[in-house]
């Protein structure tokens, strides 16, 4: 775009010295007047420079298209990396990096877009067991990849530390697992008769083993071992069970119903229904299916007529 100036204006009246200068100088011929004096300027329009950032979450990079590079320089690195989650699940996650960030705990995270996810992930380094490139080539020792390649340092020490974190983890989940199946039901129903048989502790832990494997959890010989004796530590409250119970009641009326099933496993076990066990079954059974353990038992368990 041409934009024309027209420069006859007389210049600023205010510098008298800079005027009569001015005035000396276009006497002697040497200084043009400003009534012939015509300025053209031309303006030309350039494109801004468009903003990049990391790809939308749920939508993968374009053809062509360089993923942004981040703070430790590794933008645009295609590994293959070996994670375990908090309940110890271990998968193979192809992730094109973006960045490393400090985490709150120490312990740094591998920014990225996940490929297998379709979605940008984080990825703790101290959950990380194997990475490979590309062409499928393993990256060992761990170490001296993150600091060649990375430029970060994790020292064994705190890779110890944070196993430690990880199994705590893992044993939280466990946990919620088996809450979330009814167990503080169950130990209710084994202390109802004051005594809680090794039979009621193996149903028990059957119970929570199958929970945790349907949600992909492999619990090993020491995670038994470990949820044997937290099941013969606990004394549900009055109040624990209420929760649990609160908890419970929002599953669908079929989850519920097996709830009550193994809740009588738990009581039939060691071969004598005490009076008490029934009295407690029929009271998570009214509060979670609004119906008695005796009608249950004649319309055959299910509510109808058999």
């Known amino acids: ?70 703070g430790a320089g590794i933008g645009g690195l295609l590994l293959v990396i070996e994670y375990q989650d908090a309940a110890g699940r271990r998968r193979f996650r192809p992730v094109t990096l973006w960045s490393i960030k400090p985490g709150r705990d120490g312990v740094p995270r ?27 080539v393993l990256q060992e020792p761990l170490d001296v990849f993150y600091r060649q390649v990375l430029g970060v340092s994790w020292s064994p020490a705190r890779a110890e530390i944070s196993a430690a974190d990880r199994a705590g983890e893992r044993w939280a989940v466990i946990r919620r697992v088996a809450r979330e199946n009814g167990l503080v039901l169950a130990v209710a129903v084994a202390r109802a008769d004051l005594q809680m048989s090794g039979e009621e502790v193996t149903v028990m832990l059957d119970r929570v083993e199958a929970a945790c494997a349907a949600g992909g959890i492999d619990l090993s010989p020491d995670d038994l ?69 005796a009608l249950r038992r004649a319309f055959g368990g299910d509510g109808q007529a058999g």
Not at 43 to 52: H, L, R
Not at 247 to 267: R, S
């Open 1 to 70: 775009m041409v934009v024309p100036v027209d420069a006859c204006a007389p210049p600023n009246q205010t510098s008298v010295g800079r005027n009569r200068s001015n005035g000396r100088l276009q006497a002697f011929g040497l200084l043009p007047t400003w009534s012939h004096i015509r300025l053209t300027l031309r303006v030309e329009k350039s494109p801004m420079p468009k903003k990049t950032g990391p790809p939308r979450p749920n939508r993968p990079l374009s053809a062509g298209t360089n993923p942004p590079s981040g």
């Open 225 to 293: 071992e470990r949820a044997g004796r937290w099941i013969r530590r606990m004394r549900p409250s009055a109040d624990a069970v209420g929760k649990n119970l609160r908890e419970l009641d929002a599953a669908a009326p079929a989850v519920k119903a097996k709830l009550i099933e193994f809740c009588l496993a738990v009581a039939d076990s060691d071969g004598f229904r005490h009076h008490r066990e029934l009295t407690l079954i029929d009271q998570f059974s009214r509060a979670l299916l609004g119906e008695s353990l």
């Open 110 to 136: 591998l920014l990225g877009y996940s490929h297998d996810q379709g979605d940008l992930r984080s990825f703790r380094l101290d959950r990380i067991l194997s990475i490979a490139d590309a062409d499928g």
